[in-house]
């Protein structure tokens, strides 16, 4: 008997009760709970003639304060709650399991959260890629739907933080948006958070009472607030024993307008030091601090923050999901051309990367406010409400996702899917056009769809661009390698012509269809997807459909150097620059290559426990992108780099050299723009390779003492002064080429090597 058959059966012999229709519903009791069930369930076509349903909303005083159970007596459902909060809390789950108009409510429901803080981020400002174009009922409607979803604490950036003061897309001011939002969460029942960066030079004078002053003027314009993070960098500069002063007044200030409001500090931005001094501080224990939260930039973890802290504050989790690269929580292994094109903050949901970070940094805090910049990272900020609340499955938050936004429990498989396009070589996962086959038999018209699709889409596109990309330029080097039979002249007009070879016909296509469905998303979630088209503050800011047609080769680069070596003097000469520039690799060098930060051409580099084990990548090796692209002539190498962060070392290892043979080394330092030095070591020896990079990209050339592998291994490894703060990044090698010297008995009339 098939499952399906077994349940009709249960259900005819009431072994289990049918689900119950809402296609009749009235929604009675606490208003506001009632009024947003009643509400939501209309959207999906319920009516409240006849009363087929009634759903009662009670408050029960003797509850735990967030905890609700919902019961079921024939046609009525009862949801009970201590108050509202509860009440908003238990009418999400309604809406969660409801598959269009029909609930299966097999048995009472009693739950409570697990984690005390569950929360997300809002900023309404111009470097967000979605908010800063939103109306203030917009903004209402996205904090119910994270109410409905378990959250009671919303996060909303202060009017003055490290962006420009205004957006020239928001329809209303920021002030007004910030009480709007403000407002929203309080009718709800929700905690109201606000995240007041320290930005000035402060000294205990003059700046902390400016700062004290603009904060009073925030204070007065909002109904209430329950909390104030002051992030001790990213944004802010300023160090422990002058940060604790001016929080110190804040906190005056804040309580001074509500007595209960908490005040909370970071570590973020911190160098060694500054940590060894922001610890000092707790040690005081000071009475106006509430508690500690842990985000990106911040050179320990959190577990030793809960060594270190001791008990003596609550620990607060800030967790990065918007961004994909250069961030708290980077993909592991991504490859280049996703890098490239898609950027640092992409549509990017992430089920198993979300659940092994929560796993991970979770234990012994009191919970999490998710860092967003958008609508991008919407999938990972539910999750992190999801698992905040319960410790479901990533098939069950998919599911329950679909029910309330989507209308289609197909899409369920989507988020997984897209989550595994990322991983290896996009010009080999063909599970990558299967997504996109998955997401187009989803007909629901939701911009949450959209979003998924946009992403989906414009990984097909990857893939293909990348298959054309990739055969132009093995055939242009090809040619450029057979220079010294067919002459410079044939050569270069051959690799001309490769390079010039278009793509094929899907790739327009899936453009077309890509723009498209960024401007659907542009007009039904303000999401910037473009610069020119949108409005977006940067191409980095999510604004990826600018990057969509970006070479993902070397043409520009091998373009240029072709044209400077036909302008050398001979035909030798001529001949040797353009078989070099077919050669990258160093092939006839018999060189040991690594293109480090190509996931799939790094053999020496030494990679690390990565993910599950290692989710933030403090202990493994990261690939990464800079931020240029081919079009400017960098080569595909140079841009993609290897990096390690704070004090551990980017390490390559080699086995099997010849052990009577002499190595050269060559690198390729490039990557962002830090300066920072760099020591350089063979098998625990210092080379003389330059500390600091005077060029980016730089090439840099060394002799590698024989002795160092007379044992046939050889460990590389570069690092950066200990104790340096920030992101704890900067790190990055782009090329490693280690290269066979000529034995004696291999040159010609007993040359010298």
Known sequence: ????????????????????????????????????????????????????????????????????????????????????????????????????LMLRLDAPVAEQPRQAVRGTQIGYRFKNNSYDAWTPAMLRRRIEDFALWGANRIQIIAPRSDDAPTSPLMPVPPEQAVAAMAGAAAALGLDVAIFYPALEDYDGGAADAAEAARLDVLLRSLPKVDALYIPGGDPGHSPPDRLFPLARRLAAVLRGRFPKAELLLSTQGFDAAGLDAFYTQLVKQPRWLSGIFVG??????????????????????????????????????????????????????????????????????????????????????????????KADTELDIAKQYSRFYIGDLAFATIPAMLEANWRGD?????????????????????WQADLYRYRAVYDALVRARLMGARARQAEALYTLRQTPGIGPDAAVAGARFAYARPDAERVATLHERLVLLADQLWTKAGMQLSVARHGASHWRRGANLDRAMIDLNDRVAVERDMTAALALATRAEQVKALVAIG?????????????????????????????????????????????????????????????ALYEQPLMLHYEGLEKNRAYRLRYTWAGEDYVLPLTLTANGVQLPAPPVRSANPQRVELAIPQALTAGGTLDLSWTRPPGIGGGGRGRQIAEVWLIPQPLNQDLPNGAKP
């Open 1 to 100: 008997m098939s499952l399906v058959a077994a349940l009709m059966l249960a259900t005819a012999t009431g072994a289990v009760p049918a689900p119950v229709a809402l296609q009749s519903v009235c929604v009675e009791g606490e208003p506001v709970a009632a009024g947003l069930l009643r509400q939501r369930l209309a959207e999906r076509g319920a009516r409240a003639a006849g009363c087929g349903v009634r759903v009662r909303m009670i408050e029960a005083r003797g509850m735990a304060a967030e905890a609700f159970r919902i019961d079921r007596r024939g046609d009525s459902i009862m949801i009970r709650a201590k108050g509202t909060r509860g009440l908003i809390y238990g009418a999400g789950w309604v809406l969660r399991h409801t598959d269009g």
């Open 296 to 389: 990106p930039q911040t050179r320990e973890s959190v577990a030793a923050h809960l060594h270190r802290i001791a008990g003596r504050y609550p620990v607060e989790l800030y967790p990065d999901t918007a961004h994909a690269m250069q961030a708290q929580l980077p993909v592991p292994d991504w490859h280049p051309a996703f890098a490239l094109t898609q950027g640092r903050e992409p549509v990017n949901p992430r089920p198993a990367a979300m659940q092994a970070a929560f796993d991970h940094l979770s234990p012994g805090t009191r919970g999490a406010v998710s860092y967003s910049e958008g609508v991008n990272d919407d999938w990972n900020v539910h999750q992190w409400l999801a698992l905040g609340w």
């Open 426 to 446: 996009p010009a080999d996962n063909v599970g990558i056009d299967a997504t996109l086959d998955a997401i187009d038999r989803i007909k629901s018209t939701r």
């Open 583 to 643: 050669d990258r690799w160093g092939m006839a060098d018999l060189a040991l290559y690594d293109d480090l930060g190509d996931p799939g051409n790094e053999p020496h580099l030494v990679r690390g426990p990565g993910y599950p084990d290692d989710p933030q990548l403090w202990r493994s090796a990261i690939d990464g992108v800079a931020g240029h692209s081919p079009d400017e002539g960098w080569r595909m190498a140079e841009l993609s780099y290897a990096e």
